[in-house]
């Protein structure tokens, strides 16, 4: 049988665990504290908490990658720690702590200015995330002077000119894209403009909201190879939201899984896959297929809840294979499980603190 | 010649196409009722008069003979469609002898003084207007001032222009109650004349604009809400562009692409004059005209106009066809 080179196909999970980034530089250093952050839509028919009292830690230059199926909440998350959230959502409780600062309590206009000099969005289907009508150039210079304070000297055009060719280079475009129309590039090449715009004050932490989902296999590799070494390049931090665990299992150096808008399990990347926690996490790593042994694909049956009233138990209860007394009279804590190990469910209430 | 040239040269020859077509319908639709125009108005004329019965038929058929209304179909089908291409529409049987180029032309002005002007002016506002309804951050004291003014628009611009001529001009007499200027004065190129011109038009102006405001606005609030959804939004917030930035880089020059095709289809239909609103205050224009022209058989003025307007629609749409890539960089010509 003839395998797949790397280069070819996106690797499996267990080979991806193996070439598992030994030389990650994550430092020791907080860059983003999120705590017990909450995001609810209200609708006639009832609150929806869409993202419910999330908590966790991303140090400086650690990737950081959200999974979770459709309507779990990972965007709403990600939109809520750039306070994007849109009326009828709203940021419930909870804090964002950025370098040492409250986002949440930031006044609308620090905010803006936070957002791609600290904090920026790499969207999801740069398809249509950028202006039909605008050339790439304006699009990446157009946040670069909204973020300019009073006494910055003007740049000049040629200044300007130079920006744009560096960020274009550095994301791997030629540079005569800048005189380009969104139209007229292909779906790669957008998710690099996008990138490139990412990247442009130098943020400490870039959100990535499925940067790859549109595109091919091949070319999915070579954007999230170009945004790792970017993260590397910036010693930025990264939160990959995602639903393609062979694509975190690369990229990822710890993981976080969602389900009804909780963070059920969180962990280092190769701890998680090889030894999950969460009966949720264990069937979602269960149902990957294998390139090594042949078996049946399984699924997880059953349907997330519905997010609106949630009864007083577990969300996953209903779905889940080691179900007992508790799971229906109580929503599990958050257990700390020793090193950065973190897991929401009754089963480990022995063995964890909260 | 470029990818340019060649599509500006296809484009107006299908201009002209259009207009061949229309003015052939225009052509062949008189001919099909049966009347007889110029015997119409010698009738008319004679039962003004009173006596003059007899010889009706040799007047008329010499002034068929003077019309060319004597000479076979294809003949005078030829023949318009040379005066056609000379722009020359003929003489008007109504206000003999004067051509219709000259009537038209005279009523014309007024007309595009007036729409023209009005229709600018309401594109403006009411997309401005609609901008402003369509944008999430507006003020929220805003949305209790314009949709009230937007329900005016709902209002019959015939039905509006009567209540402004009974209120302003016939109750307060602030302003004139008809026509394009004073009876008892000459058009000349004089600042009283121009001072009066404008008294009369203002009434005509805000019958029409009023309704012409909410229509643009309607429009433009859609195509801004439209454009909130959009993901480009989303990446502009992202971006920590400021307010105003979004609103117009972002939002408006978006939903502004569709606004400009509508103006561009309104620009050609003002030739038509707004024949209601130039009825209802006596306007010199030429919906005023045309009203006339229909209620003599003046089938040379009718169709005068009727070429005037397809002139009008056709040519507004050849210019929309060309700037249009300037404004959307998607429609720009591709070679292919």
Redesign the interface.
Known sequence: MVQPTIEETRLSTEQAIQTYRADARITDVDALVVENFSVYYETDSGTVKACDDVTFTLKQGERFALVGESGSGKTTLA?GL?R?TRPPGHIAKGSVTLNGRDVTKLSENEM??????EL??V???A????????RIERQIV??FL??RSEDDKALSKDELKEFVRDLLIRVGLRPGVARL?P?ELSGGMKQRV?MA?GISLRPNLIIADEPTSALDVVVQRQIMQTLGRLQEGLDASIMLVGHDMGLVAQFADTIGVMYAGKLVEVGPVEEVFSDPKHPYTKLLIRSLPSLQEKREFLGIPGLPPRLINLPNSCAFADRCPSRFDKCDQSVPQTLNLGGRRETACHLYEGEGQS | MGVLGHFIVKRFLFFLFVVWLASTIIFIIPRLSGQDPVKEKLLLEAQRGGAMQTGLDAMAKSYQKRFGLDQPMWVQYTNFLKDLAKLNLGVSIAFFPRTVNDIVFESLMWTLGLMGTVTLLAFVLGTLAGAILGWPRKPGWLQYVFMPLLTLSAIPQYLLAMILIFVVAFKLGWLPLFGGYSPATLPNMSFEFAIDVLRHAILPAFAIIFSAIGFWAIGMRGMMINTQGEDYMIQADAKGLKGSRIFMRYAVRNALLPQVTGLALVLGTIVTGQVLVERVFSYPGIGDILFQAIRLSDFFVIRGIVIVIILGIAGATFLLDVLYPLLDPRIRVRNS
């Open positions: 939109m750039m994007l803006r200015k936070t957002r791609l000099s920026a969005l969207p999801q289907g398809m249509n995330s950028l202006n039909p009508v605008m157009d946040g909204d973020h129309y139209h996008a715009i």
